[in-house]
């Protein structure tokens, strides 16, 4: 029963990916099916605050609903320091 | 004779010793060459007479005036050799006494100067309590470490749940946005029904003019229903118009929350490095101060210990002034007994002259020298 849904995101992840981000990651969450969500950083160079803000309140809806295992994977130098900086290791597990 | 060969033998080299010990070589050895000279004629002399008293072997007098003449005036000119000599003597002495209370000044002074560095140095490395400040130091840096990155932590989480609040902000608008469509939708559908109404309306007016006076009352309901239908079309342009402007509106909003939501921070990442490498440094330089103090320390008490035994090693140059006012009056002496050397003839040198070794015998009994070290290690003496 173990589904891992993955997210690929962009080359930049800023304000502009918004739409789509929360489409796809909205439907995720409603989707029983899935239990866990991968979120695929290994193409990502940059991001800015907003798309911090979008990680958080994922992340906190989330937690009202589902309560699925939430993923970062293969983020690298810039992103993974900034995604370190603003704590999300503890709304995220790393990979 | 031959005792006054003997003395000049015997005062030459020890005067020639005392004033080459005193710096005065060409003095010295000046003396020397004079005594030697003075005994060489003196023996000259005693062997002439000794030869003419054995030729004539007349009288009780084996020498004669004129010769005896020659020895008053080397006396004099021995004499007045050891007054040059006093007088140097006392010239050194001024001298040295002079210069050592220079030296012995300017060392006192520099002993205090150094002093005040060691004071100072310790001020302005606030050295009173150093290991308990270096505690305190590396508490406080640490704090401050620890301070900084709370307070950069805190406003980063701030802006991203700001950010975050405004995503959700958009994400509520965009649902607004998503919803308004439908409503055009239904306006549309309002739209057609008051297009059908008014054609309704215009085929019962059609009928109502084919009925002529039966329809007249009809008539005007029709006039009536098409009018209603052409107003209810005007309601639906103008929440058409509305909801157009709602729109466009809407888009403005979300660009503007955009804005504020969407800021960098890779800059705050830069900071937070730049405080942590400013903290490093911080520590280093005031490891290095402490080091540079302690070597500045330990530099002084070496700088205060030569001054120190500086101004010890001056002390003996007391030792050398009685050392040389000894050598002077001794000098003095001899001048003044060399003066008293008038004579007759020869039993009376003989005479004079053991009188003059018993007066210097018992002057120099007298007249001990006070200073009995030799040496400035022998010689412990405290401090002025």
């Known amino acids: ?12 992840f800023d304000f502009n990916y918004h739409q789509t981000f929360s489409q796809e990651c909205n439907s995720l969450l409603n989707d029983q099916a899935c239990q866990s969500v991968e979120l695929d950083f290994s193409q990502v160079q940059y991001l800015d605050s907003s798309a911090l803000g979008m990680l958080v309140l994922l992340a ?24 370190e900086m603003a704590n999300l290791n503890k709304l995220y597990e790393f990979r | 004779m031959r005792t006054l060969s003997l003395v000049s033998l015997i005062i030459a080299p020890l005067m020639a010793a005392l004033l080459w010990w005193l710096g005065l070589p060409l003095l010295g050895t000046a003396l020397a060459l004079g005594l030697l000279m003075a005994s060489l004629v003196w023996q000259e002399h005693n062997h002439d007479s000794t030869a003419k008293a054995a030729n004539t072997a007349t009288g009780p007098s084996p020498c004669d005036g004129s010769q005896l003449q020659n020895l008053e005036p080397l006396s004099q000119e021995l004499a007045s050799l050891l007054g040059e000599s006093h007088t140097s003597l006392q010239q050194i002495e001024t001298t040295q006494t002079d210069a050592v209370t220079l030296l012995s000044e300017a060392f006192q002074q520099l002993s205090q100067l150094s002093d005040q560095q060691s004071q100072l140095v310790k001020q302005i490395l606030g050295h009173e309590a150093l290991a308990k400040s270096e505690e305190h130091d590396r508490e406080w840096m640490n704090n401050f470490a620890q301070n900084t990155a709370t307070t950069l932590d805190r406003f980063v989480e701030t802006t991203i749940n700001m950010s975050a609040s405004s995503m959700d902000l958009v994400e509520k608008i965009d649902n607004i946005n998503k919803a308004l469509p439908s409503i055009t939708k239904a306006m549309k559908d309002i739209d057609q029904i008051a297009s059908q109404t008014n054609l309704l309306a215009l085929n019962a007016a059609i009928e109502a003019a084919r009925a002529g006076d039966f329809g007249r009352g009809f008539a005007v309901v029709a ?37 504020v939501a969407a800021q960098d921070v890779s800059y705050v990442i830069a900071s937070k490095q730049e405080v942590q490498s400013a903290i490093r ?15 500045l320390e330990s530099i002084n008490e070496v700088l205060q210990e030569s001054v120190y035994k500086s101004i010890r090693g001056l002390q003996f140059g007391d030792i050398n002034a009685q050392h040389l006012q000894y050598s002077a009056s001794a000098i003095r002496f001899i001048q003044q007994q060399l003066l008293g050397l008038s004579v007759q003839n020869i039993a009376d040198i003989n005479q004079h002259l053991h009188e003059k070794l018993e007066e210097m015998r018992q002057h120099r009994q007298q007249m001990k020298n006070p200073v009995s070290s030799h040496n400035v290690v022998a010689g412990n003496i405290d401090l002025f």
């Open chain 1, 1 to 12: 029963m173990s589904h891992a849904i993955k997210v690929r995101l962009p080359n930049r």
């Open chain 1, 60 to 83: 906190k809806k989330n937690k009202g609903q589902g309560n699925k295992t939430l993923i970062i994977q293969g983020a690298q130098n810039t992103a993974k320091e900034i995604l």
């Open chain 2, 223 to 259: 006039d009536e229903v098409r009018a209603l239908s052409n107003r209810s079309a005007g309601f639906s342009e103008g929440i058409q118009a509305q909801l157009q402007n709602i729109t466009q509106q809407i888009v403005a909003l979300t660009e503007e929350i955009g804005r």
């Open chain 2, 281 to 295: 440094m911080l520590v280093a330089k005031s490891e290095q101060d402490k080091e540079y103090a302690a070597q």
